[in-house]
C-alpha cells in the first residue's frame, strides 16, 4: 500500500488566513507547541514524502528569505538521507529538484 498515495486538492479541506492564525495560535498558546517544532515536524515529513514518492538520489532544499523553511535543523533530515544546503538569495520559489 502507498504511504502517500496522490490525493486531489478538490478532496482536501481548505483553511482561510485567518483560521490558520487561529491554529498557530492554539498551538503555540494552548497546547504550548513551539513554532519551530512545528516546523521541524513539517521539514521531517515533507522530506520523507518526498523520499518515499519520488526516490531521488540526492536532494537540493531551498527556501526563501522568510527565515521559517530554513530554522529546520539539518539533523532532522539527516535520518532521511538528506542534507540541505540553506540558499538565501532572496526570495525564491519553493521547489525540490531530484537527481
Known sequence: MDRHPP???DELGWLTEQQMIEVDRVMIEDLRIELIQ???NAGRHLAS???DRFEPRSVTV???SGGADISVPPAVY???GVVPAPF???PIL???RSH
Open 49 to 51: 514524502l518526498i523520499i
Open 7 to 9: 490525493v486531489n486538492a
Open 62 to 64: 531551498l527556501a526563501g
Open 94 to 96: 519553493p521547489c525540490v
Open 88 to 90: 538565501d538569495r532572496g
Open 38 to 40: 512545528m516546523m521541524e
Open 78 to 80: 539527516r535520518p532521511l
